[in-house]
């Protein structure tokens, strides 16, 4: 069965931390592009950051550059989200999405990847 699950949100205060995991299941996530994507409530889907396949480059939106570092780690099949500084404006559902097609991985929402997580829940509040 081919599943992805995120786990590592909840509360922060401003300026806290957080790592968000994604671990597969069912496939090796090595050989896909993964993505995080976040939606807040009321507000469309936005991509915060991707690792491509093919070189491991990635991509982070502007708003979260500087602030947040995607990673890999393949022995335990896992994509990791590190998030600093974090601010009340990063408050959302983060979901972490796998396309096993894109060697270079892509923020742009209109591309569906092939694979979604449920998502796991991320409140900046004091």
């Known amino acids: 069965q081919v599943q992805l699950v995120e786990s590592g949100g909840g509360l922060v205060q401003p300026g806290g931390s957080l790592r968000l995991a994604c671990a597969a299941s069912g496939f090796t996530l090595d050989y896909y592009a993964i993505g995080w994507f976040r939606q807040a409530p009321g507000k469309e889907r936005e991509g915060v950051s991707c690792?491509?396949?093919?070189?491991?480059?990635?991509h982070y939106a502007d708003s979260v550059k500087g602030r947040f570092t995607i990673s890999r780690d393949n022995t335990k099949n896992t994509v990791y989200l590190q998030m600093n500084s974090l601010k009340p404006e990063d408050t959302a559902l983060y979901y972490c999405?796998?396309?096993?097609?894109?060697?270079?991985?892509?923020?742009?929402?209109?591309?569906?990847?092939?694979?979604w997580g449920q998502g796991t829940q991320v409140t900046v509040s004091s």
């Open positions: 690792i491509s396949k093919s070189d491991g480059s990635t």
């Open positions: 999405a796998a396309d096993r097609l894109l060697r270079l991985c892509v923020l742009n929402t209109r591309y569906q990847y092939d694979y």
